[in-house]
């Protein structure tokens, strides 16, 4: 796991994003958005895993497209993102794109240490997780979700469930007086997902005046 900061690293307000290569290669575009979408100074901490499906998966599944299977290394990488996040001086937002944007849902149901959520395009459909957030009580104060209105048009039987289940958690969210909004984006789940990222961000740190 390798760590990359950037922004003010003496900000009280600290983003903590799980990444790869590609989400690297457009982290300083998602910066400059962030920036020019809120006027919050921040930190953010990108969070570079080694086994995309394995190290952000809460469980382990068979795979659903490809040959990769599910690992189920999320509970590993938590642990290993948590001393991140120990100076109880700082505000803590997580978040990230596809199958980071479900870890970081995922993640904060098992600590409180995270005032928000930045799921962007998460990858929802991920078998059971529905029923996961519907069961279990999450530990934050707001989410941001968003889809691309083509996501759910796709062959795979598995993923194409994707809008519904995120119409789902965000009902589900709504009920349960968790401070969430759905935003739709044009375009499949490829496309933006570095202005996508930056406007869950900014939209957590735009919360955080009223």
């Not at 100074?41 to 490809?66: C, E, M, Y």
């Not at 970081?104 to 059971?128: C, I, M, R």
Request: charged share 25%.
């Amino acid at each position: 796991m390798e760590i990359d900061e950037y922004g003010n690293p003496a900000s009280d307000i600290v983003l903590i994003q799980t990444v790869d290569e590609h989400d690297l290669a457009l982290i300083e575009n998602e910066i400059a958005s962030i920036a020019d979408n809120s006027d919050k100074d921040f930190r953010l901490i990108a969070v570079k895993v080694d086994d995309w499906n394995t190290d952000l998966s809460p469980w382990q599944t068979p795979a659903v497209f490809g040959k990769d299977a599910f690992g189920g290394g999320a509970c590993d990488t938590l642990s290993a993102m948590l001393p991140l996040c120990e100076d109880k001086s700082k505000t803590y937002f997580i978040g990230g794109y596809s199958l980071a944007g479900l870890f970081a849902l995922w993640a904060a149901y098992q600590t409180n240490v995270f005032k928000g959520v930045a799921a962007a395009s998460p990858s929802v459909w991920f078998p059971d997780f529905e029923n996961y957030v519907i069961q279990n009580r999450i530990k934050t104060e707001s989410v941001y979700l968003s889809l691309g209105d083509k996501e759910e048009k796709t062959r795979n039987p598995v993923m194409a469930q994707v809008g519904n289940a995120i119409r789902s958690i965000h009902h589900h969210l709504s009920d349960s007086r968790i401070n969430c909004t759905l935003e739709w984006n044009h375009g499949n789940h490829f496309k933006d997902a570095d202005l996508r990222t930056a406007k869950a961000f900014a939209w957590l740190l735009n919360r955080m005046e009223r």
